[in-house]
Each structure stands twice: as structure tokens, then as C-alpha cells.
């Protein structure tokens, strides 16, 4: 298709066990950003690639948490030891490079820990 | 502490009516706003923004309205319809910094 496609949809997770959840963002777009969603918050900021660049990752909440984008397309947000709570919503968004704020989300992975 | 508020998590209005949505920030590096509508089970997607050197944007029955004096910014959707019935998220973005801090969303229902 011709938007930000990720995956799994839904993931259900062991507490202690390592998940990774993909995103293939638009095609041609340079930019690429992970939030996470947090049950009736808004997303907040985890990282941000330019190509295959992680520039900044600042949001990233603990160590646990690791982002690539190894050929500046497809990009993996990994989770190692997951605690109950990561549980959230992640979401993965792409944008052209001289975007002006205007985000493309996918529709999210949704993370349960239990 | 939240930078970016939006303090109505619900907001009912009739079809045909107007649905004013507010938001309110506390960062004066921001200079730049968006709204944002989300149904369920979807991602968020891009509705208005509007830069700081305007007070006014305005596409179709969306209008954006920003005083930076208040820090503050409301959209205003004008007729409301039920396929507006979604949430709507504010957000904000301090200069060249490229990621969006965003409000906790307002889940608007257009009532027919």
C-alpha cells in the first residue's frame, strides 16, 4: 500500500521477554520517527531517523529500548526485557524531508506486557 | 510536566453546529501547531497547522486560530458533521527540533 505500514498490529508479551516491531514507512520518505501512546495520553516523542541516521533519541525511556534503521527504509524499534510498563501503543511515522510538521502514522503496534 | 494541554477529554455537539476544540501550551519556543484526528483503531493523521507569524488558517469548514499572547490555540470546525467524531490531538514544535510534542487528545461526537 501506499502508507506506513506496521508490524504486528498486536503483540502480546510475557514480562522479561525481548519484542521488535517493524515499520516500512512511505516510500521516498526520508524522515522517520517512533512515539509511543500511552492508554489516554497523546504520543510521545521516542526517536527520530533522517535516512538510515538516528539524529536524535532523546525520548527513548531507558536502555532497554533500541531503534534502527540499517538501510534507511525499514525501521525495527526493539524492546529488550519488556516490563508492564511498555505496554502501549508504538507508532511509527514518516515524512518527506522538507516536511513542514505534517506527519504520515501508521495505524500502531499495540504492546500488552502482562 | 506537560507542555502541550488540552484540559476537555470530551466534547458533545450537534450535527450542523460548531465544535470549538481548544489547546493551550506553556513552551514559548514553539512556533509551530498542528492538529491531528484519530479514529479508532487508526493512526493519527494531519488535519490544519498554523505557524507563529499567523493568528489564522483556514481549509475548508477547519479553522485554526492561534494568540500567542495566551498561548493558546483553538480549531473550529464549522458544520460539524458525525464523520467528525474522532479525536483530536494539538501539537507542537519548537524551531528546527523535527519531532511533535502533542496534547492528550479531545474525543469529539457529532451527535445526528
Known amino acids: 500500500g501506499a502508507g506506513v505500514s506496521q508490524s504486528p498490529r498486536y503483540k502480546v508479551a510475557k514480562r522479561g521477554q525481548d519484542v521488535a516491531l517493524r515499520c516500512d514507512p512511505i516510500?521516498?520518505?526520508?524522515?522517520l520517527f517512533w512515539y509511543q501512546q500511552a492508554l489516554g495520553q497523546g504520543p510521545e516523542f521516542l526517536t527520530y531517523?533522517?535516512?538510515?541516521?538516528?539524529?536524535?533519541k532523546s525520548g527513548l525511556p531507558s536502555d532497554r529500548f533500541f531503534a534502527e534503521r540499517p538501510e534507511g527504509s525499514v525501521s525495527t524499534l526493539k524492546i529488550q526485557r519488556t516490563q508492564q510498563e511498555d505496554s502501549a501503543v508504538y507508532l511509527c511515522?514518516?515524512?518527506?524531508?522538507?516536511?513542514?510538521?505534517?506527519?504520515?502514522f501508521g495505524e500502531g503496534s499495540r504492546l500488552t506486557v502482562l | 510536566d506537560q507542555q502541550v494541554k488540552q484540559n476537555s477529554p470530551s466534547l458533545s455537539v450537534q450535527e450542523g453546529r460548531i465544535s470549538i476544540l481548544n489547546c493551550d501550551y506553556t513552551?514559548?519556543?514553539?512556533?509551530?501547531f498542528l492538529w491531528y484526528k484519530k479514529y479508532p483503531a487508526e493512526g493519527p493523521t494531519f488535519l490544519i497547522s498554523?505557524?507563529?507569524?499567523?493568528d489564522k488558517n483556514e481549509d475548508g469548514r477547519f479553522t485554526v486560530f492561534l494568540n500567542k499572547s495566551a498561548k493558546h490555540l483553538s480549531l473550529h470546525i464549522v458544520p460539524s458533521q458525525p464523520g467528525d467524531s474522532a479525536v483530536y490531538f494539538c501539537a507542537a514544535r519548537a524551531g528546527s527540533a523535527r519531532q511533535l510534542t502533542f496534547g492528550s487528545g479531545t474525543q469529539l461526537t457529532v451527535l445526528p
Open positions: 531517523f533522517q535516512n538510515e541516521a538516528q539524529l536524535d
Open positions: 498554523i505557524s507563529s507569524i499567523k
Open positions: 511515522a514518516s515524512s518527506p524531508i522538507l516536511n513542514t510538521g505534517e506527519l504520515f
Open positions: 513552551n514559548s519556543m514553539f512556533d509551530y
Open positions: 516510500s521516498g520518505h526520508v524522515s
